[in-house]
């Protein structure tokens, strides 16, 4: 693998061809915040909180370092003016549905986002996927699944699937960072097993 | 629409993934809706998974999941129409009909719709029913129109 | 059918056939693109042969269904040839005239002719029609003398010799050179030069490559794609076939918005004919050259008109477009080297190989080559599609082409580049339209939808209808896009209904920098467009709206209120009799008055106050007069003031 460099926050780096910008800044010790990235998961760049600056030919850009590819005399900036209000917006856009979640209050205080100007919707998810593409990628069950598109896009669990594989396996629930999961399996189950007494009860296809 | 017809769509693609879409939407045309029956059958022939088709059934504009009207009314929203007054031919329609746009009437007589141009916008606002444009039309002309329909 | 098997043989067939056509015989032209075909285009057709029949004269007389030639706002549109006699909003009921007078006695129909405007003279020949007249038409202006079904018609006008040429006589390399000279930028959009990316998509180190067909043409109020697919479809596939040599690809997809029926059918019937004349397939005119085509629909999803979201829904997913790098042309369609490009750019294409790059160049400006089809489109008289040469000014467009404002209303601003765009004021109507000006004006060139709009239009309306068509039609899939679009459209929302705030200018653009900047894809990193052009040269209709709760143009419902001025008031009863919530009382000679609890500001009293009287006014940003007293409402005696 062909050795390249780049330079992030003024530091030079060396990484291999094919790393992502994420990668060659983790293995130099330069943190970049995520949110919808898993070691375990295909890289997403849906949350755009590890959005940076890279400047290469002349040219310069924002870009989610999660996916970038290293490029030789790359410059990343990963705390410039531009990428600290990038993430401050986001952190703003999202607090507004899920408050309450830890993840974002702690980086909301790092990044000094002090108040939500935004009225709240609490839908508690903000859609990273990571539930849906761990169920997909790694159990392979597809129990769950975003539908419509848009503002209206949300994250529902699949009736037909949950009553065979959820009740024993679980593990997205961990993933989740705003605990809108767990919210979400309740319900569907709910639905699913509609009478009280039914909590062994399977389903028929 | 029975199986077996619903099994010869499907069986056009070859167990091609790749033209799920064009599959769904000759379903779509045959039968003017997409049930959940058929969603599954289409999973299992095709070997996709279902979340990836409920994604793709509700991602997409052309499919309905909802049983439809006898007749189909789309309102044009494009931007000519828009500037021409197409709100007020819309907001009509809902006002006469009692439903809101992607609605059906509670008697399954009108499905109320909005599309995003039609491209015949000299004679916008342009409203369509059951494939009959209406044009230049005026918010008091679409309610008699949709009088004549039964 | 035999097969054409060389370019000698393309030429023979062509000569065969032009020597069957009689070029005085005379032939009836009708529009039956999918405008003219809702004005009843099918009924003018059927009566025109069925009066022909009528008549004995299906031999002497051709009859042709052709493609749109643009000229929409007139539309049923005939053309009586050999002599262009252009007939214009034309009815079923004049086929027996037009037959009986203009095809047996040469008489031309005065009442059927386009009537100028200012000096009230009839014209009579397509080619004096100023609409027609101002316009360059390199690529439309075939589009009535063919029909779409059939390719001798394409034939005869020259199709296919641009791919017999590149077949016979160009390398794969000299055509690439030819396209990279001629410095043809992208149609779709972005106008990016599509002989580099031609190029890039060549290099890429891959034997097998796609090239692609984005006839996904979402912007509302553009149908400029529509009308070259519906109406000259061999023009787009002569384009990527010979797009798809010099790029070394075998297999090409042409992806159709599902709303375009016509163009799916047209499209498919050209391929078929292509085929069959070995002009597609395999060892194409014997040059041992194979290429196949297929037809894909798009289900109803503006953001597939984005390069990745198109190859997301080809490859049978939902359309959520990918970052780049890597670049479609490295790693596009299944991760092989695709070249995608709009409609109208491989329609360039065969007029580029056979009149060349340099002539290509001496048209338009410096950096923008050759001519564009706009859909001119809203508060303009000639509404239609307009093919010019980049470098004409915006007034040309609207005012010698477009005909100007209709009703003596003033221009405020046009809309370029769809959703992507932004709106132009009339301080920059001097401008030269090409790629570069456009975008340092704050908007782009888009697909070429220009929406003209008057002193009636809100344009803090405007950017909120962007805006909202924008979060219905992005993907969702990223926060910056999903989320900066959900906030500003709410913000936008309250302005329009009166609940704006101090600080909400500045909020809508700091979200917008945000969104603009972090989005995935373009339709993310140009949704605050819309905003932000109306913000820069409208700021007052902005600051109207959240100061005064005052909508200068009259359009948003929660600002304005309807009012019936007693002075005027003639109590005519139209209104009263009209309004479709009861909210107007009053009698035959009592003043009429609205109930503003019970007004749903829909304005139809406004629309049929008879304009002697205008008694019905708008009112917004003060409250509305009180009513007069009751005694003051009867109006006395006729003829006495009220």
Request: glycine share 10%; charged share 25%; aromatic share 6%.
């Amino acid at each position: 693998m062909k050795e390249i460099y780049l330079e992030i926050d003024g530091k030079v780096v060396k990484a291999r061809e094919g790393m992502t910008i994420l990668e060659a800044a983790r293995s130099a010790g330069i943190s970049i915040p995520t949110l919808c990235y898993h070691e375990k998961l295909e890289p997403y760049a849906a949350c755009r909180i590890c959005a940076v600056e890279v400047e290469s030919q002349g040219r310069t850009n924002v870009v989610a370092a999660c996916v970038h590819p290293v490029e030789e005399k790359l410059v990343v900036r990963t705390r410039s003016e531009k990428v600290i209000k990038i993430r401050k917006m986001l952190l703003e856009l999202m607090l507004a549905h899920a408050p309450e979640a830890k993840v974002l209050q702690d980086l909301a205080q790092e990044y000094g986002v002090n108040e939500v100007r935004f009225e709240k919707e609490p839908s508690f998810c903000v859609l990273c996927g990571l539930c849906v593409r761990y169920c997909a990628e790694v159990k392979k069950k597809n129990a769950i699944g975003f539908v419509d598109r848009g503002t209206r896009r949300e994250v529902i669990f699949i009736p037909e699937v949950v009553s065979k594989e959820c009740p024993r396996c679980k593990e997205c629930f961990s993933l989740c960072p705003t605990e809108a999961l767990q919210a979400k399996f309740v319900l569907t189950q709910v639905l699913i097993f509609p009478s009280p007494s039914s909590s062994g009860k399977e389903t028929e296809e | 629409m029975d199986n077996d017809k619903i099994d010869e769509v499907i069986n056009k693609c070859q167990g091609d993934q790749s033209l799920l879409i064009q599959v769904l939407l000759e379903i779509q045309r045959e039968n003017h809706w997409l049930p959940n029956e058929i969603l599954g059958r289409i999973s299992k022939k095709l070997n996709i998974p279902l979340n990836r088709i409920y994604h793709i059934a509700t991602f997409y504009k052309a499919f309905s999941l909802l049983p439809r009207g006898r007749h189909e009314i789309r309102i044009c929203m494009g931007t000519a129409c828009h500037v021409r007054g197409g709100v007020r031919t819309l907001d009509r329609a809902e006002q006469a009909l009692g439903i809101k746009a992607g609605q059906t009437t509670p008697d399954m007589k009108f499905t109320l719709e909005t599309v995003n141009c039609l491209g015949c916008c000299a004679l916008g606002p342009v409203m369509v029913v059951d494939g009959k444009y209406y044009g230049k039309i005026a918010p008091s002309k679409a309610e008699d129109v949709l009088r004549n329909y039964d | 059918m035999p097969r054409i098997n060389s370019h000698a043989e393309l030429e023979e067939l062509r000569k065969s056939i032009l020597l069957k056509r009689d070029l005085n015989k005379p032939c009836i032209a009708v529009c039956t693109g999918t405008g003219c075909l809702a004005l009843g285009a099918a009924e003018v057709v059927a009566a025109i042969r069925e009066e022909i029949k009528k008549q004995g004269l299906e031999v002497k007389v051709d009859v042709r269904e052709t493609g749109c030639p643009g000229f929409c706002e007139r539309g049923t549109v005939v053309v009586i040839y050999p002599e262009e006699i252009d007939y214009l909003q034309v009815q079923p009921g004049d086929a027996g005239e037009i037959v009986s007078q203009t095809i047996v006695n040469k008489k031309v129909i005065d009442r059927l002719l386009y009537v100028d405007p200012t000096t009230g003279e009839k014209i009579v020949h397509e080619s004096e029609i100023p609409f027609y007249k101002n316009q360059m038409r390199l690529l439309i202006g075939n589009n009535i003398k063919i029909d779409p079904k059939s390719i001798d018609d394409y034939l005869a006008l020259g199709g296919y010799s641009a791919l017999a040429k590149v077949l016979s006589q160009m390398t794969p390399e000299q055509v690439l050179e030819e396209v990279k000279k001629s410095n043809l930028r992208g149609r779709g959009g972005a106008g990016f030069p599509a002989g580099r990316k031609w190029e890039f998509t060549r290099n890429a180190p891959d034997e097998i490559k796609y090239v692609i067909v984005n006839a996904d043409e979402g912007d509302p109020g553009a149908f400029m794609d529509r009308a070259l697919l519906e109406g000259n479809p061999h023009s787009v596939l002569e384009g990527l076939i010979i797009g798809a040599y010099a790029i070394g690809s075998h297999e090409g997809y042409i992806y159709v918005r599902q709303e375009y029926p016509l163009a799916v059918e047209n499209v498919g019937i050209a391929i078929k004919q292509a085929e069959e004349h070995g002009l597609l397939g395999r060892d194409i005119l014997g040059s041992g050259f194979d290429f196949n085509i297929k037809v894909h629909r798009g289900a109803g999803a503006f953001v597939c008109g984005e390069e990745t979201g198109l190859l997301m829904s080809l490859q049978g997913k939902a359309g959520e477009p990918r970052p780049r790098p890597p670049y479609p042309a490295i790693k596009g369609l299944w991760d092989k080297p695709t070249n995608i490009n709009n409609v109208e750019t491989w329609a360039n294409v065969p007029l580029i190989i056979n009149k060349g790059a340099s002539w290509f160049t001496s048209i338009g400006t410096e950096g923008s080559k050759g001519t564009k089809i706009f859909s001119l489109v809203g508060k303009v008289n000639n509404t239609g599609l307009v093919e010019v040469p980049m470098g004409i000014t915006l007034r040309d467009i609207i005012y010698e082409v477009g005909g100007g404002i209709p009703g003596d209303k003033r221009f405020k601003a046009v809309q370029t580049g769809g959703p992507s765009g932004g709106c132009i004021p009339e301080e920059q109507l001097h401008m030269k339209v090409d790629f570069d000006e456009l975008t340092k004006a704050g908007s782009i060139m888009g697909s070429g939808g220009m929406i003209v709009m008057d002193e009636d239009t809100c344009m803090v309306d405007i950017a909120r209808y962007f805006l909202n068509f924008l979060a219905d039609e992005s993907c969702g899939k990223c926060t910056a896009c999903r989320e900066g679009i959900r906030q500003m459209l709410k913000i936008l929302t309250r302005i329009t209904e009166g609940t704006g705030r101090e600080g909400d200018i500045e909020l809508l653009e700091e979200i917008a920098e945000v969104t603009r900047d972090a989005s995935l894809c373009a339709l993310g990193r140009t949704a605050p467009n819309p905003v932000l052009s109306t913000i820069r040269y409208f700021r007052d209709e902005y600051e109207a709206h959240i100061k005064e709760k005052r909508c200068p143009a009259y359009v948003c419902k929660e600002l304005i209120s309807y009012y019936i001025d007693p002075n005027k008031c003639k109590a005519c009863m139209i209104c009263l009799r009209n309004c479709p919530v009861g909210a107007i009382t009053g009698g035959k000679k009592q003043i009429h008055v609205i109930d503003q609890e019970k007004c749903t500001k829909c304005g139809t009293c406004f629309e049929l106050c008879p304009p002697r009287f205008g008694a019905v006014k708008r009112i917004s940003g003060e409250p509305v007069p009180a009513p007069i007293p009751e005694e003051v409402k009867i109006i006395a005696k006729k003829g006495e003031e009220g």
